[in-house]
């Protein structure tokens, strides 16, 4: 594969094999994002833990493997979450960085516990390991740890087949079973998350969101993250009257972690987080491989706030991290149809537009087409196969609806070699694509109804 088709601004391993992200933490000034790698793919399987590390979570710089797979008996080490123990609960010391993760060994899943001693470049495993053992189902996976404040001890949130269960600890080591949250048309739930915020950034109205990776088959959907607005009433998660939602409307955002700043005031993390997810899903992962590297990339970091729609759920609103505006580069293409270059951005105006547009991304391998209809208030996205994967899985039309009081009159568009993340202005929806356009030189930019197209290039 030419270099030239390497994402320029989306996270990839230096070569191997890459897929879920791990929460990324901050610790000795700089952000450090975990990812599931597999050094021995497609010929061996097993996953450690590689590490990456930003200052500005824009531009990441590879340091090698954090955790190694089959480090002891307990198997390859899978996804799940790392934390700093500010107070010491487990016993390594005040500000320890701790990590959990799923081990599995002859397909037997449980909770492992690894300590770092260099602030989270490495990590060991802990004496007394598995610190949660299997209780005798064969999905139980994915930790993330959070604090609970107002009791006083840790909750792990665990992936269990149609099910996310819920466990306490004060000690990170001795977990108790609370509860558990059930579905029953979202297939596999994988990745969990738990984490509170303010609605509309309100410190007196917080909302406690339950988030996960699940399957969309029954609403016409593909793989992606969904999650429930609700209560954390003690020793459950109670969910609101509403309905699950997509946090992103594509195809391909899978895996998803959210974080704080843990530098911000507690009021600030709860009126914003952070998130990205792996662009990609498993029904053409491995069809995508590349000679360099398989797996494709981690999507660009985004803002999350919780807002209120006239009426409607509690929303996570997605925009891109505004670090990432610094990456456009002047002066833009003198054809604004052919942008010369696989990472780009283009700028929709659809100010005054009452019809159908369509936007068309078109190179020699694939193309991708995000159309908007202002009177149904729908904007879909589809891709259209030349060369690679074109199963039904990878041709099907994802399509959103703008909720009421929002607009669909500005996107902003994400093109990296692999993907393309499409953002409306109003952050009301977002479409996250795993799409190989093809050779830069190809790429051409159609427009139909379009009040305005801007084509900015976009160098790291």
């Known amino acids: 594969m030419p270099s030239t088709r390497r994402p320029a601004y989306h996270l990839t391993p230096p070569a191997h094999w890459m897929n879920d992200p791990q929460r990324p933490l901050f610790s000795d000034g700089q952000w450090h994002l975990y990812y599931l790698y597999n050094a021995d793919f497609p010929h061996g399987n097993g996953t450690a833990w590689a590490r990456a590390v930003s200052a500005d979570m824009v531009t990441w710089q590879h340091e090698g493997v954090a955790i190694p797979k089959y480090v002891d008996a307990w198997g ?48 060991v495993p802990a004496p007394g390991n598995p610190v949660l053992d299997n209780p005798g189902t064969t999905d139980f996976r994915d930790p993330k740890v959070v604090h609970d404040a107002a009791e006083g001890r ?27 949250f059930a579905t029953s048309d979202l297939g596999l739930l994988e990745c969990p998350d738990l984490f509170e915020m303010c609605l509309d950034a309100d410190p007196d109205n917080r909302v406690w969101v339950l988030l996960a990776s699940a399957n969309g088959a029954a609403q016409g959907r593909s793989t992606g993250t969904v999650y429930w607005t609700g209560t954390w009433a ?3 998660f109670v969910p609101d009257d509403h309905p ?42 491995t069809e995508r491989s590349r000679p360099e590297w398989q ?51 283009v700028d929709v105006d659809l100010e005054g537009v009452t019809s159908g547009v369509e936007l068309t991304l078109r190179g020699d391998a694939a193309a991708l087409v995000v159309r908007a209809d202002p009177g149904t208030r729908e904007v879909g996205v589809r891709r259209i196969p030349v ?10 039309e994802h399509v959103s609806r703008v909720p009421d009081g929002g607009s669909m009159s500005g996107w902003g568009v994400w093109v990296d070699a692999g993907s393309v993340e499409v953002f409306l202005d109003d952050r009301s929806l977002t479409f996250s ?28």
């Open 76 to 123: 390859d080490v899978e996804s799940g979450s790392a934390l700093v123990d500010e107070h010491g609960a487990a016993g390594f010391g005040a500000g320890a960085v701790v990590a959990f993760a799923t081990q599995q060994a002859d397909g037997v899943q449980r909770q492992s516990l690894f300590v770092s001693r260099d602030a989270g470049r490495t990590f």
């Open 154 to 180: 840790w909750v792990m949130v665990l992936a269990e087949g149609q099910r996310l269960g819920f466990y306490a600890s004060t000690d990170l080591r001795e977990w108790a079973y609370l509860s558990d």
């Open 244 to 285: 699950p939602r997509w946090l992103d409307a594509g195809p391909d955002y899978y895996a998803t972690v959210t974080w704080s700043d843990p530098r911000e005031s507690a009021e600030a993390q709860r009126a914003r987080r952070y998130a990205l997810g792996w662009l990609n899903s498993w029904a053409y992962a």
């Open 295 to 345: 797996g494709g990339s981690q999507s660009v970091v985004r803002e999350i706030e919780l807002v209120s729609h006239l009426g409607e759920a509690p929303t996570l609103a997605s925009r891109p991290l505004p670090a990432l505006s610094d990456l456009m580069a002047d002066p833009p293409p003198s054809d604004p149809t052919r942008p010369g270059t696989a990472s780009f951005h």
């Open 433 to 460: 694509t795993a799409v190989d356009l093809g050779d830069p030189a190809s790429l051409t930019i159609e427009h139909a109804g379009v009040t305005a197209a801007t084509v900015r290039p976009l160098s790291p």
């Open 387 to 396: 060369t690679g994967p074109h199963d039904e899985a990878w041709e099907l």
């Open 234 to 236: 003690g020793d459950e």
